[in-house]
């Protein structure tokens, strides 16, 4: 794994591994954030490319969507209808679920999306 991608998740990343099925079941209502106070996603390795692992940000998908077709296309089959499921950690909100959905929504041009604030009380219901 590429140490920096581990350097960068130990700064802003969780500190526990969850099951995304377990979060999909939660009764959360979802509400409506600017997508800009997600953007920073953008900037993290958090996608594979090649046969690397963790080598790709979504901004690069975004800036250049023929050199990483797989990845666009993957990000644009995305189903939007769904929220993306957030939580707050380190004093910002970080995904759980739905950074394609996030991406796709930004390509779209849309300013707000629908999300679920999962709270850091639940963490004891979603984990592996």
Same mark, same amino acid.
């Given at each position: 794994?590429?140490?920096?991608?581990?350097? /960068?998740?130990?700064?802003?990343?969780?500190?526990? %591994? =969850?099951?995304?099925?377990?979060?999909?079941?939660?009764?959360? &209502?979802?509400?409506? /954030?600017?997508? %800009?106070?997600?953007? =920073?996603?953008?900037?993290?390795?958090? =996608?594979?490319?090649?046969?690397?692992?963790?080598?790709?940000? &979504?901004? %690069?998908? /975004?800036?250049?969507?023929?050199?990483?077709?797989?990845?666009?296309?993957?990000?644009?089959? %995305?189903?939007?209808?769904? &929220?993306?499921?957030?939580?707050?950690?380190?004093?910002? =909100?970080?995904?759980?679920?739905?950074?394609?959905?996030?991406?796709?929504?930004?390509?779209?041009?849309?300013?707000?999306?629908?999300?679920?604030?999962? &709270?850091?009380?639940?963490?004891?219901?979603?984990?592996?």
């Amino acid at each position: 794994m590429n140490k920096k991608f581990l350097k /960068i998740i130990r700064q802003v990343g969780f500190d526990f %591994s =969850w099951d995304n099925k377990k979060v999909w079941k939660l009764k959360i &209502p979802t509400t409506k /954030i600017n997508i %800009s106070e997600l953007e =920073w996603h953008f900037k993290i390795p958090f =996608w594979n490319y090649g046969n690397k692992k963790y080598n790709l940000k &979504p901004i %690069s998908v /975004i800036k250049f969507p023929k050199r990483y077709n797989k990845e666009y296309r993957r990000t644009m089959d %995305s189903d939007v209808s769904h &929220p993306v499921e957030i939580m707050k950690n380190k004093g910002r =909100w970080l995904i759980l679920d739905g950074l394609h959905r996030l991406v796709k929504l930004k390509i779209l041009g849309n300013s707000k999306i629908q999300v679920r604030k999962i &709270p850091r009380s639940r963490v004891k219901d979603i984990l592996k």
